[in-house]
């Protein structure tokens, strides 16, 4: 249910970027632990997007796994379900390697051929 | 026409964290403490505030009630004399089910920040979209009732995983249900190893004592929590 609230973030962020120019792709990269649903990002992502730069734009999502690393014996794994103690040593002082990810990687904008020219 | 790729790499939710420490700076300013109050709907979270902000021996507490619709919190806090300010988020599209930093920051002119030491936001009923968004706050704080079930922590890590304190509340029904609390509590530890709990009962007032001095510790000038 917060695909709504993130998609607007997503389309806020773009905008700023895109300084008026059509978005045709948003590459995003999104984080497992995000909890993140990808259809239905995609679905909100469409909806938001209206009467906005990003009308329009195919949303691309690169899903980075979880791992995780044991900051006391140094072992790194990626988890596929939320456990987060270190396997080998049962720490908890345990850091997130990746997983944690929201960001707007690149976005592709349409440009008038006279801006690009020299 | 022709296209060309720009490389942004920027967390999308830069927005919300950038006005989160205006807040922030502002609380700083005036010297408050400000605990983010975080559950599922009907866990307990305006009762346990009812119980806790009563009796808080040289704490000045105020409140601010973030609600879908509605003033019944509020309305049931103002009745203990404390400064209360109500903040509906249905005024944007659909009704927001959580409280982001934008929301907080246009309800500061109404919040009476030198009449108090600690500002206790109490977020939407919701276990997923207010974890997402900081609102300016110094620690977290989340109620999971254990008619929610053992599982509600492997469900929704992110909040779990978002809180300094994790209240387990409505024990008082444990032998009503077919719930196993050591389960409980071993789920929240995988999902967040040591995070620190408090095992209480808001209608009883067993383990209410411990609420009230991890408040009062955290509104204590020198003792606020560094939560990021």
Redesign the interface.
């Known amino acids: ?2 695909e ?3 998609s607007s ?2 389309v ?3 905008a700023k ?2 300084a008026g120019r059509r978005v ?1 792709v948003v590459n ?1 990269r999104v984080g497992r ?3 993140v649903v990808p259809d239905t990002l995609e679905f909100y992502f469409e909806f938001v997007a209206r009467d906005s730069v990003c009308e329009g734009a195919r949303l691309e999502q690169e899903l980075i796994p979880a791992r995780l690393h044991c900051r006391s014996c140094d072992h790194e794994w990626e988890i596929e ?5 270190c396997p080998v040593c049962a ?2 002082d ?1 850091a997130i390697a990746s997983g944690e990810e ?12 006279c801006i ?1 020219q020299r | 026409m022709h296209r060309t790729k720009v490389r942004i790499v920027e967390d999308a939710l830069d927005a919300n964290n950038t006005i989160a420490a205006a807040n922030r700076a502002d609380f700083d300013r005036a010297g408050v403490t400000v605990v983010n109050f975080m559950s599922a709907p009907g866990a307990g979270k305006t009762t346990l505030l009812e119980r806790a902000v009563a009796e808080l021996p040289g704490v000045r507490v105020g409140v601010l009630e973030g609600d879908v619709q509605g003033s019944m919190d509020a309305d049931r806090l103002a009745s203990l004399h404390i400064p209360v300010v109500q903040l509906n988020t249905d005024a944007g599209f659909g009704g927001e089910c959580h409280l982001d930093a934008n929301m907080v920051r246009s309800a500061i002119p109404a919040l009476p920040l030198d009449e108090i030491d600690l500002l206790i936001v109490e977020n939407v009923g919701n276990l997923v979209c207010p974890a997402e968004f900081r609102i300016g706050e110094d620690a977290r704080v989340m109620v999971s009732a254990v008619t929610e079930g053992e599982d509600k922590p492997l469900k929704y890590p992110l909040m779990y995983r978002a809180c300094e304190l994790v209240l387990v509340n409505k024990i008082d029904l444990l032998p009503h249900l077919d719930i196993d609390l050591d389960r409980l509590l071993y789920n929240i530890d995988k999902v967040h190893p040591d995070v620190e709990r408090i095992v209480v009962s808001a209608r009883t007032g067993e383990g209410v004592d411990a609420w009230r001095d991890w408040l009062t510790r955290v509104a204590a000038p020198a003792g606020a929590m560094a939560a990021g």
């Open positions: 249910m917060h709504l609230s993130l973030a997503i806020n962020t773009v970027h895109a045709t995003l632990l995000r909890q379900i939320p456990a987060f103690r720490g908890s345990v929201f960001e707007v990687e690149s976005i592709q904008v349409e440009e008038a051929e690009a």
